[in-house]
């Protein structure tokens, strides 16, 4: 065997279909001395790619997940390792017939075609081995397929090693790495030392050892999911092929069945979640089977046994038909119930490619190359972005409650706004007592406990004639009182606690440069301006939006959503020199923002204070330090709810009195404390305000979201190049906010759109813009102010017409009319921002 | 003084026997039936009447404790053979006394102790006996031979006292092997392979290669329990314990049970895809590669050497 | 006809045997567990004596509160129903072991009428001691034979195959009598789906009998050293052929 190099451009651990397709997709994209490692033998070195189920099942609520799997399905197809066979969710509920057709709608939404909503009876000419009679209907995808995943890693593999560009090396076991100056330097392994600037990590289960080497952190944990093969079954002698009919996920029951040449597989998520720790996965020799093929525990098992013989009794019940083999299998599972890619936040030059699944490999290993290599991967991973946790995020504790909760999902119905439960009230703001008191209803962001709205609102709702919504569905994780805080603030004031946000302080002689790197606007603006800015990728799409304060000359604040502040940190992170010359604190901690807007905000502002809070005293866009009673208060005058009124910062010890003064002193002026539901949405939709991961992703530009400023400023910043381009450039899409005219829907119940459906013709079909993207919606809510509800969406700009009445928007597999209400960024409400800028 | 149920003259009487002198002297014989030539023992008694015509375990057994009785050793020993085990069994049932079967070790003069095996050998125990009488079986092939005395050993018969129940279990008739073929358990050269040849049909070329050979053919459990081939090939612990000179283990990774079966193999050549397999650290040479190339090489490789 | 088939519960090895720490057992926490490989034999052979005879097949084990799992999967291959003797999990000796079964066995022939077959494994995977069925049979006062794997039951007696060199010697026992078989004497069937839901409803007769003092005690287990033999790597693919049959002629086996 040839000798361990003693130098590469980038070491790849882990020789899965990830590791495989990231070694694959690093040479493809020109690097070459990879080396590429594993413990175990090849072809299978004994991870979950060895015993995966293998299919492919292409729609998923998620968009990010769903381009994955369908480059993934490409990229399989393409090395001939791709079976369609097709496949059916089925139902056995009304509940899952809705979750179907919300499936079916994020299916058009994302582009994968064809699909559609089946009869039992038609299931039953797909799968003629099922008791269709027990089923309500289904969802097929005929491109489902099934993938011999081993073999693509191992194809993948031999590519680049023919190029010259990879040498392999199995049964090379990584025993420790080196860290120098916060980068990666080497990696230690049972063959010899390897000095290498850049390690992947595609270790699946293994992941968070391997990092916890380096230093570093990968928040999954290893999770059971059981399987079983029953066979000979005397209808699958005669295929002739390993899989000739349909894959049917009966996720009622969270199981799915499918044929395995002359035996049928049953696969269940419906056991209790079983979860493991990394450090309990035994060595090859240990294991009886694989590493990660653990005993099977019957028990877990057995009502499963009921449900599929309930299902396919032609089969299962066929006592001719003998139990196999049966494996608890071991996956990688992680507190969102999302992959983690990218660069690690505590060591340079070491990346994660873990904690994911056989479906999203391929497209997985390219993007993380892409990124790699060229700084941005083509498809948006900010959900599966690595940097994206926060601390308490990456404890076992964390990742144990959360993928626990989790588990059960696997197959289950989860409501876009759906609340964990788990791990709770660990941030509290300093304001949570007196919430409390007024009946806030608790959200978790980021760890923070925020007030969604407040039950003490309740009677608003009377008043303001705000109407509940029909369908259980459009009124879970949701409340009439929000619409009537919105109606309140916008009628008096509204205070509203924003703890959550993240706070950096670049400081230094060369902080100005580090931010004018970092984003799109000007940032040579006079001490005591504030600046919303979006923060571009290499390719000129959004990485994240935010706002800076100048505070000094050499001191800048930023200030970031809580969800995605962790994220945002590593940017300008990265972004710091070498000699120290600027630095970034995270004073998220150290401050709490309380906000405060209406028309009576000045009123009631300029009651606590004697400073100058005038329209001319204190414009928009400018922040200073008030003293209110005993405390020095940021105040920043801007607003997300696109209202009169203040961020106030405080340090965070103070954010009770801050409140209590502020409540005491609204009280005369009708002052209502209003939640999240008002602050993230309604507020915003009237305004046309966009959101990072709703709006703003890296596969839209600048000008598609009718952001563009007038000038570009002449300093050199992340994406100027591909910006300047998109600005000669006619948009492929615009980015539209539409009215729904008619909520009703066929059974006279009116619907109310949540965000993600797709964006058709009145008679059905569908809009793709000259990139191939679909219109949906990128937003959806109430636009109180409006008595309207309004959605977000990109449209071709054939359809971007400001009045047009020809689109409709499709929801529950009906369609509702929509009028294009406006074209670009101008607020529908307030048009000349005269209330904010009073 | 210790009695050794001597089953058959041979080598696994001979290890017994040291196994037995090492305990204590003198060492007296016991046979059922036959007086067989044995030397290194005092005295060899031999129960005598129709009973020990064929074996009959429930009769040896009786005919053990009565000498025992008479003679009082310290200990009963035999070699670990399933009949030996069987026989001792039935003695310690019925002198209610334990039974430590397949010993590799005991204490001298300290009978309490002794270290035997536990899953074919792949694990050893150390336990302690209590009782008066040590009875206990020799794993065979764990202590070495003592060499054949020159001289037989003289021979006492007596004819113990049975009972009818004591002869109700013997052997009535013998059944003789199909002719033809390689004993598994007696072949020189055992070719085996696991489920990684892939179908009943991917033996062919085992079979080629044992053939050429002039040897038998061996499976892993999974095999025979896939039912793809015959028990009887089965090698491991619950299978058949083979020792040949050669034993060439194709796609088999090396479980403990199926090691405990071919661990008195003299030379092990693994043939496998992972350099890491359990079998390789009891291989003395291995190929590295996939059994469907390999297998089929040497075979061609062998009929060039033939025709050559 | 009443047929009681005995079983028990040991650990699936690997490639390696570990102890655990105070090395007196196998560390099992990565380890799924089976009935032993030959009483397998002897509970299929059982069904099939029920299947062919008529009449009723019971297993027992002693062992502990999880060996309820492999009373299920016999169970599930066809056994009307199951006798639990449960203990602590600690290890109970020959003696100990066949005297609980015997008192168990006189138990339930008192209940419901004589067995006619006991089958028993010639010895367990792990401990290995080769006599349990041979007590227990001592104990009842009835014949047994050992290492079987031939079994036909005929008017009254049952005949039984014993793999020796050179054939099969034959016995004809009576019955009832007490058998240990070995792995080969059948091919045990995969349990179906309709068996294992059906097995989950079975009863089963749970008891704790107290346990006799050991009479042989395991002070501790111990791996054996490996040889640590480093196999010479001979090649790698069909290239090694040649330096393959150099070995073989070596060795004279070509």
């Not at chain 1, 010259?164 to 230690?188: K, Q, W």
């Amino acid at each position: 065997m040839s000798t361990l190099p003693r130098q590469a451009r980038a070491v790849v651990i882990g020789c899965g279909i990830v590791g495989n397709s990231v070694a694959f997709h690093l040479t493809d994209q020109g690097w070459s001395d990879v080396v590429l490692l594993d413990k175990g033998p090849l072809p299978n070195p004994g991870g979950s790619t060895g015993h995966a189920s293998n299919f492919i099942f292409l729609v998923d609520h998620s968009k990010e997940m769903t381009l994955l799997t369908l480059e993934s399905a490409r990229q399989y197809r393409e090395l001939g390792v791709y079976t369609e066979c097709g496949g059916i969710e089925v139902a056995r509920t009304e509940e899952r017939m809705e979750e179907l057709r919300r499936r079916m709608a994020s299916a058009k939404s994302w582009g994968v075609e064809p699909v559609s909503l089946v009869t039992p009876a038609e299931i039953k000419e797909l799968v003629p081995y099922i008791d269709e009679s027990i089923l309500l209907g289904g969802f097929h995808t005929p491109g489902v397929g099934v993938v011999d995943s081993l073999r693509a890693g191992t194809l993948m593999r031999e590519r680049a090693v023919d190029a010259g560009a990879l040498s392999v090396f199995a049964n090379t076991e990584t025993l420790g790495m080196d860290v120098e100056h916060g980068r990666i330097r080497r990696v230690h392994t049972s063959r010899g030392t390897i000095e290498a600037e850049t390690v992947v990590i595609a270790c699946g289960v293994w992941s968070p050892l391997i990092a916890a080497m380096a230093g570093a952190h990968i928040p999954l944990t290893p999770a059971v999911h059981q399987m079983i093969d029953i066979g000979p079954v005397p209808r699958f002698e005669q295929s002739s092929h390993a899989i000739e009919y349909p894959i049917v996920r009966d996720m009622d029951v969270f199981m799915y069945e499918r044929q395995d040449g002359t035996s049928l597989e049953i696969g269940s998520y419906a056991h209790r979640s079983i979860l493991h720790d990394p450090e309990e996965i035994p060595s090859l020799e240990e294991a009886a089977l694989s590493p990660t093929e653990f005993p099977f525990t019957q028990a877990d098992f057995d009502p499963q046994l009921a449900d599929a013989l309930e299902l396919m009794p032609e089969i299962v019940a066929d006592e001719s038909v003998g139990v196999k083999y049966a494996i608890n299998g071991l996956i990688a599972l992680t507190p969102d119930g999302m992959p983690i890619l990218g660069e690690t936040p505590e060591v340079k030059g070491l990346w994660s490619a873990a904690a994911v699944w056989v479906k999203e490999g391929p497209a997985v290993g390219e993007s993380v190359a892409e990124w790699m290599v060229h700084g941005e991967s083509h498809i948006d991973l900010h959900s599966s972005d690595i940097s994206r946790f926060h601390a308490h995020q990456k404890t076992r504790a964390h990742v144990k409650a959360r993928t626990f909760e989790a588990f059960p999902k696997t197959y289950g119905i989860v409501h876009p706004a759906e609340q964990w439960s788990s791990d709770r009230n660990l941030r509290i703001s300093p304001m949570h007592a007196r919430e409390e008191e007024l009946g806030a209803v608790f959200y978790e962001a980021a760890g923070w406990e925020r007030p969604q709205w407040y039950e003490v609102n309740a009677p608003l709702v009377e008043r303001y004639g705000v109407a509940a919504r029909e369908a259980e569905w459009d009124a879970r994780w949701w409340s009439p009182i929000i619409n009537a805080e919105h109606l309140a603030m916008r009628e008096h004031a509204g205070l509203f606690d924003l703890s959550a946000f993240a706070i950096f302080d670049v400081q230094g002689a060369r902080a100005l440069d580090v931010l004018q790197r970092a984003v799109l606007a000007q940032m040579d603006v006079p001490v005591g301006r504030v600046v919303y800015t979006p923060v571009l990728g290499p390719r000129g799409g959004f990485k994240s939006d935010l706002t800076i304060m100048r505070l000094d000359d050499d001191s800048f604040r930023i200030v970031t959503g809580g969800a995605h502040g962790m994220a945002d940190k590593k940017v300008f992170r990265d972004l710091l020199p070498e000699d120290g010359s600027a630095t970034l604190d995270d004073v998220t901690t150290a401050w709490t923002t309380i906000g405060l807007w209406g028309p009576r905000a000045r009123d009631i502002l300029s009651s606590v204070t004697r400073d100058d809070v005038s329209s001319e005293g204190f414009p928009f866009g400018h922040c200073r330090t008030l003293e209110i009673g005993s405390q020095l208060v940021l105040a920043s005058r801007i607003s997300y709810v696109g209202d009169l009124g203040w961020e106030l910062y405080v340090p965070i010890e103070q954010g009770a009195r801050l409140w209590d003064v502020l409540w005491e002193a609204g009280q005369p002026h009708s002052l209502t404390a209003c939640g999240i539901g008002v602050y993230g949405t309604t507020g915003r939709l009237e305004k046309s305000y966009r959101a990072f991961a709703a709006e703003l992703e890296s596969e839209y530009t600048v000008v598609e979201a009718g952001m563009q400023r007038p000038r570009v400023k002449e300093q050199d910043f992340v994406g100027k190049e591909a910006h300047l381009r998109h600005r000669e450039e006619e948009p492929a899409a615009i980015l539209c906010t539409l009215t729904v005219d008619d909520h009703t829907s066929t059974s006279g119940v009116k619907r109310y759109p949540l965000g993600r459906e797709p964006i058709t013709l009145r008679d059905g079909r569908l809009l793709t813009d000259a990139k191939g993207r679909r219109s949906y919606v990128t937003s959806a809510g109430a636009g109180p102010s409006l008595g309207s509800y309004l959605l977000m969406a990109y449209l071709p700009p054939e359809h971007a017409v400001e009045g047009s009445q020809e689109l409709a928007v499709e929801y529950m597999h009906e369609r509702f009319p929509v009028t294009v209400a406006r074209v670009g960024a101008a607020p529908l409400f307030d048009p000349e921002n005269a209330r904010i800028r009073s | 003084m210790v009695v050794v149920y001597v089953e058959e003259a041979g080598e696994l009487t001979q290890q017994a026997l040291a196994f037995a002198r090492f305990l204590a002297e003198p060492l007296h014989g016991f046979a059922a039936g036959e007086a067989l030539e044995v030397g290194g023992v005092e005295t060899l008694h031999v129960a005598e009447g129709e009973a020990f015509a064929s074996y009959a375990p429930a009769a040896i057994a009786a005919a053990l404790a009565e000498l025992a009785e008479r003679l009082s050793p310290s200990a009963v020993i035999a070699a670990g053979t399933q009949r030996g085990n069987e026989v001792l069994a039935h003695l310690s049932a019925r002198l209610d006394l334990p039974f430590a079967a397949n010993c590799v070790a005991a204490t001298p003069g300290d009978l309490f102790a002794v270290t035997r095996v536990r899953w074919g050998g792949s694990l050893l125990e150390d336990a302690r006996l209590d009782g008066g009488l040590k009875l206990l079986t020799v794993q065979p092939h764990s202590v070495a031979p003592e060499e054949a005395s020159a001289t037989t050993a003289p021979v006492e018969r007596f004819t113990p006292e049975l009972d009818d129940a004591d002869l109700l279990v013997r052997v009535v008739e013998r059944v003789p092997a199909a002719a033809g073929g390689v004993s598994l358990a007696e072949a020189k050269v055992v070719v085996s392979a696991g489920r990684g040849v892939g179908s009943p049909e991917g033996f062919a070329i085992v079979e080629e290669l044992a053939g050429l050979l002039g040897g038998a053919v061996g499976c892993s459990r999974a095999v025979t329990m896939a039912g793809w081939r015959p028990h009887t090939d089965q090698v491991g612990q619950t299978g058949t314990k083979i020792a040949p000179d050669v034993y060439i283990a194709c796609g088999i990774s090396g479980a403990t049970q199926h090691m405990a079966g071919c661990k008195g193999a003299k030379t092990i050549i693994a043939v496998n895809t992972d350099p890491e397999a359990p079998i390789l650290a009891s291989a003395d040479y291995a190929v590295i590669g996939d059994l469907h190339e390999v297998v089929p090489a040497i075979s061609a490789e062998l009929r060039k050497a033939k025709g050559a | 006809m009443r047929v009681l088939v005995c079983v028990k519960r040991v650990p699936m090895t690997g490639g390696k045997i570990v102890l655990t720490e105070d090395q007196q057992a196998i560390e099992t926490k990565h380890l799924g567990f089976a009935i032993s490989p030959h009483e397998e034999c002897g509970v299929e052979e059982a069904v099939r004596l029920i299947e062919a005879h008529g009449g009723e097949s019971v297993v027992l084990t002693l062992g502990p509160p999880e060996a309820e799992e492999q009373l299920r999967e016999a169970m599930a291959l066809g056994v009307d129903r199951a006798i639990h003797l449960v203990t602590d999990g600690e290890e109970w000796d020959a003696q100990a072991t066949a005297a609980a079964i015997v008192d168990a066995i006189r138990a339930d022939e008192a209940a419901s009428g004589p067995f006619d077959l006991v089958f028993f494994g010639n010895e367990s995977a792990d401990a290995g001691g080769y006599q349990v069925g041979i007590r227990t049979a001592y104990s009842l006062g009835r014949p047994a034979a050992t290492g079987l794997k031939g079994v036909a039951v005929g008017d009254g007696g049952v005949r039984c195959e014993q793999e020796v060199a050179g054939g099969r010697d034959v016995y004809e026992l009576p019955l009832p009598a007490v058998l240990t078989v070995l792995e080969g004497l059948n091919l045990p069937r995969y349990p179906s789906v309709p068996a294992k839901l059906r097995a989950q409803r079975k009863p089963i007769d749970s008891s704790s009998p107290e346990r006799a003092p050991s009479r042989l005690e395991k002070a501790r287990l111990v791996v054996p050293e490996g040889q640590s033999k480093e196999a010479v790597i001979l090649g790698e693919g069909p290239a090694a052929a040649p330096a393959v049959v150099d070995v073989l002629q070596q060795l004279g086996a070509a």
